[in-house]
């Protein structure tokens, strides 16, 4: 294998020139200012009830005299869910109004919202779940564990795969037959068992920001076995180069050899495999949160609140709204996907027609 | 003497093909013309990249297209232009009257097939009055050399050796009876005894059957005893051409004398194997 | 050839036991066991269930239990399930069947219309059509497959047009032998649409990329110029060699198979193995869950057998190693 350069700057200017690319970029770019600003860009927070409001479609937005509002609902039959809006009353939206108390990335105290209304009133933009929580304020705060799980879930697979896969390349011998049928089963066994083994063992009472490091862990350790893999590979074909000779007979230690001289080469590799092996972290996240074993309520996950689209009241009454969170991570996964695929394509032009 | 009158076997006028891409156009061969009279043989000579092999598949329309556009030209075989040939009528040219043999033997022959299969496949197509096929097909490996040809037959090719895969692909050529044999490069990837035996069945075989040879190469030293007609490729263009003899004996443009001045030769003891010049041979170009 | 089986077979002994282990060693670290609920009832007193846990060895290790149950399992006995309150072999041997049966659908849906579409895309390639299926596996690829199932659920409970999930109708007992398979069909559609789609597309773009990279071959060529119609180079000489690669790639299918499955089965509530594994799992029902794990273990092995086997038919290339 022919070892790739990997200009930085050079890469970057590529993908954002392409229009496929781009149009990634920005997707993912947008997805993460919702998640970073979450609690500022959501009117309510993800736990808020209102059990006089459940089922509550998404208000209509109009223009009035006094700017933009949303109008009112009536509860026409309380034990249907069925609302009606009562023509002529609205409530005007207020911008950056005080809301409930929030920490800005986890740091700054704050009480400003992006916009809300008088509180009596309710802006609901995604409708209401079943026990009246904003569907609109859960998928933003859901954002968050969807798309920090994947960068942090790779970096822990990558940094384990590149040690493991490293060393068993390097070193070959024993050491590498066991890394390798490690890898085998790991492939082997459906995914989701494992997960669900994992998880079953490991059920006892956690808090919600522990259950969300167990799935990283979880997801993690499905996943290390093909960077492990294609890390071998590389780094055995990297042995025969007489460079890794020469460093060897200048007295570099292993470890020294396999940080400065496989991980530039590797560089570029690593790039591609981060954008393509995301998608699985944020899908396999959504999978377990929604059989029931992820996340927990009432914090906000898409596959949480997609668990909840399954009552046979949602498809009979269609509460489309509540199946938005799906939209949320196909949109997501096929952001992460496409710029998979481009940066594959800039990188390495061989890649561009081999998909395995 | 060949008749002066008679129609020419294959007659090539002024082709010229390009190769398309994105960033940009490349002319792979440029105003090309020469002709073949029946039973004669006629080398190409050139280096890699001179456009040999791109006028040879081109005979048939084998190009992939994209990339490759003929821009202008035609291709006469027997009176007929191949190149405006509706695709139907020119499969009864392709291997029935042209057929080829590659430089690679080991990846002209499709894997998964047995010898057998591949060659039933041509004669099915172009001799469909064969009563037994797999006779005819044993008789061809015969004819090209081949000592065990039941078991031949049935062998798949990764199970032969290159010399053996390349005799194959010559009885493919044979069963059919074409009137042209196009031989681009058939002996480069074969070892040195190899090759000489490969050379040897194609001259038998032409004179058995009357076929003509037209053999690409980029090496002079196959031509000499083979080819009664040269043609030297340079670049896209034909620089040079004439009978082989008066070529080898007084070659005219720079860059046949320095093709000539490439082939070792036994006996003669140089310290190094010559080779191309091109710097100078740019120079040369550029005042002529 | 008989050699290379039993090898294989004889592989799955050490995979078989290790996994067993594995499960049970996760599952003995779960809190709680299955008479947990049973526990919270006040009217049942703890002599009896001391009783209960005796006679199922609960207050013993875990590593005894296990050599226990392999015991049991070498005599034939899988064990007893306590939700559902039958022996574990006669429940496996009502859901296989049905997991087998859907596996199997969606696998030939896959390749039945991943073929034709792969290799369009690649003979037109950058062509309209190209564009349109690339767009299309990327969407596919994209949707969690348990979101498409409950778009098709909610697709259902809509229009009517397909039962809501299970295996077959309530009145299934009384339709004519046609009318039964024409049910159960009916019943399968969906979830053969939602378990292919991921594999169409996953198959549709390794067969494309396979096949761009046979088309350049010389032997194509070589073919071509013998004269043979383009349809029969492409069919012929192109797609034998290009799906050769697919084939080594079954195993892994099986595995994801059988993980959608189990999301698809809950989902739509199809009443297979992978609905029995999760409610199992949840329930701490834990010889169904070995059960269902040396199943899936089998099927899989089975599978990746199957995959060697009909490479080695097809390919002559590919010699069954026979150590």
């Known amino acids: 294998m022919k070892a790739i350069p990997a200009k930085r700057s050079g890469v970057w200017h590529q993908v954002v020139s392409r229009p496929r690319g781009a149009l990634a970029l920005a997707i993912l770019g947008f997805l993460y200012f919702c998640a970073l600003f979450a609690p500022f860009l959501a009117p309510y927070g993800p736990g808020d009830q209102d059990l006089r409001r459940t089922y509550h479609p998404p208000t209509s937005l109009t223009w009035t005299r006094r700017g933009l509002a949303v109008r009112l609902y009536e509860n026409a039959d309380p034990s249907q869910a069925l609302y009606r809006p009562i023509p002529g009353r609205t409530a005007v939206i207020r911008w950056l109004p005080i809301g409930h108390p929030y920490r800005l990335f986890g740091l700054f105290p704050c009480r400003r919202h992006l916009f809300g209304v008088e509180p009596p009133q309710k802006v609901y933009l995604l409708g209401s779940d079943s026990i009246g929580r904003d569907v609109f304020s859960r998928l933003l705060y859901g954002a968050q564990v969807s798309l920090s799980i994947g960068l942090i879930g790779i970096s822990i697979s990558l940094g384990v795969g590149l040690v493991a896969g490293g060393l068993a390349g390097y070193f070959g011998g024993w050491f590498d037959s066991v890394v390798m049928r490690t890898t085998e089963l790991l492939m082997a066994i459906p995914g989701l068992y494992l997960l669900l083994a994992l998880r079953g063992a490991f059920a006892s009472q956690f808090g919600s920001g522990e259950v969300y490091l167990l799935i990283v862990i979880i997801l993690s350790f499905l996943g290390w076995s093909g960077a492990a893999r294609v890390v071998r590979g590389l780094a055995l074909s990297l042995r025969a180069q007489t460079f890794v000779d020469a460093a060897i007979v200048t007295g570099l230690s292993p470890w020294r050899i396999l940080w400065r001289h496989l991980l530039p080469n590797l560089a570029s590799y690593l790039l591609i495999a981060a954008a393509l092996s995301i998608p699985g972290y944020i899908l396999g996240e959504a999978a377990l949160s929604f059989l029931g074993i992820g996340i927990q309520e009432p914090s906000a996950s898409w596959g949480l609140m997609l668990a909840q689209a399954q009552e046979m009241k949602v498809f009979m009454c269609n509460f489309w709204w509540l199946l938005t969170p799906g939209a949320a991570v196909f949109v997501t996964v096929a952001a992460f996907n496409l710029l998979g695929d481009t940066l594959r394509d800039v990188i390495d032009p061989h890649f561009r027609t081999g998909d395995r | ?288 | 050839m008989v050699l290379f089986v039993l090898r294989r077979l004889l592989f799955l002994i050490p995979l078989l036991l290790g996994v067993t282990l594995l499960v049970f060693f996760l599952m003995s670290l779960t809190p709680g066991n299955f008479l947990t609920p049973i526990k919270a009832q006040r009217d049942i007193s703890p002599e009896f269930l001391a009783a209960l846990e005796k006679s199922f060895g609960l207050d013993r290790p875990w590593y005894t239990r296990y050599l226990l149950w392999l015991r049991n399992v070498l005599h034939g006995d899988f064990g007893y399930s306590w939700t559902y309150k039958v022996a574990v072999v006669d429940l496996l041997w009502q859901r296989v069947p049905a997991t087998l049966l859907l596996n199997l659908t969606s696998f030939a849906f896959a390749w039945a219309v991943a073929i034709p579409l792969g290799v369009l895309a690649a003979v037109h390639r950058n062509s309209w059509w190209d564009r349109l299926t690339t767009l299309f596996a990327y969407a596919s690829l994209s949707i969690p497959e348990f979101f498409l199932a409950l778009l098709a659920v909610y697709f259902a409970a809509r229009t009517g047009w397909f039962p809501l999930g299970g295996l077959m109708s309530i009145e299934h007992e009384f339709f004519s032998p046609i009318g039964k398979i024409l049910d159960i069909a009916h019943h399968l559609v969906l979830p053969t649409l939602v378990l292919g789609l991921g594999g169409v597309a996953t198959l549709m773009r390794i067969l494309r990329a396979n096949f761009l990279d046979v088309i350049r071959a010389e032997y194509v060529t070589a073919a071509r110029a013998k004269g043979l119609p383009e349809h029969v180079v492409i069919w012929r000489h192109v797609f034998r060699n290009a799906v050769n690669p697919l084939l080594s790639t079954l195993g892994y299918v099986v595995a994801g198979l059988l993980s959608g499955s189990l999301l698809v089965e809950n989902v739509m509530s199809y009443p297979g193995l992978g609905q029995l594994i999760y409610s199992a799992f949840i329930r701490q029902d834990q010889f169904v869950v070995l059960a269902s794990v040396v199943l899936s273990c089998i099927l899989l092995v089975l599978g990746n057998l199957f995959s060697d086997i009909l490479l080695a038919w097809i390919d002559p290339r590919v010699r069954l190693p026979a150590r």
């Open chain 2, 1 to 288: 003497m060949p008749d002066p009158d008679a129609i020419p076997l294959l007659e090539v006028s002024n082709l010229s093909i390009d190769f398309v891409s994105e960033e940009r156009i490349v002319h792979a061969v440029d105003g090309v013309s020469f002709s073949m009279q029946a039973g004669s043989t006629l080398a190409v000579v050139g280096e890699s990249g001179s456009g040999k092999s791109v006028t040879a598949l081109s005979l048939a329309r084998l190009l992939p297209s994209p990339p490759a556009q003929i821009r202008s030209g035609k291709v006469f075989f027997e009176g007929t232009d191949l190149l405006t040939l509706p695709e139907r009528a020119l499969r009864h040219y392709r291997g029935g009257k042209i057929a080829y043999v590659f430089q690679e033997p080991s990846t002209s022959l499709n894997p998964v097939f047995s010898v057998g299969f591949q060659l039933s496949e041509a004669m099915a197509l172009h001799r469909p009055d064969l009563q037994d096929r797999r006779a005819a097909g044993i008789a061809a490996l015969t004819e090209v050399g081949i000592r065990d040809p039941e078991r031949c037959w049935k062998s798949y090719p990764h199970e032969l050796s290159g010399g053996m895969q390349q005799r194959v692909m010559i009885a493919m050529a044979l069963v059919c009876r074409p009137r042209l044999l196009v031989a681009d490069e058939p002996t480069t990837a074969l070892d040195v005894t190899i090759q000489a035996q490969i050379l040897q069945l194609l001259r038998e075989i032409r004179s058995r059957f009357g076929m003509s040879i037209l053999l690409i190469t980029h090496n002079f030293g196959l031509v000499k005893g083979f080819a009664d007609h040269v043609l030297v490729m340079f670049r896209g263009k034909i620089v040079e051409q004439g009978p082989t003899d008066a070529v080898l004996a007084s070659p005219r443009h720079p860059y046949t004398q320095a093709l000539i001045a490439c082939v070792p030769r036994l006996g003669e003891s140089k310290k190094r194997l010559t080779t191309i010049d091109y710097a100078r041979l740019d120079a040369l170009l550029s005042q002529s």
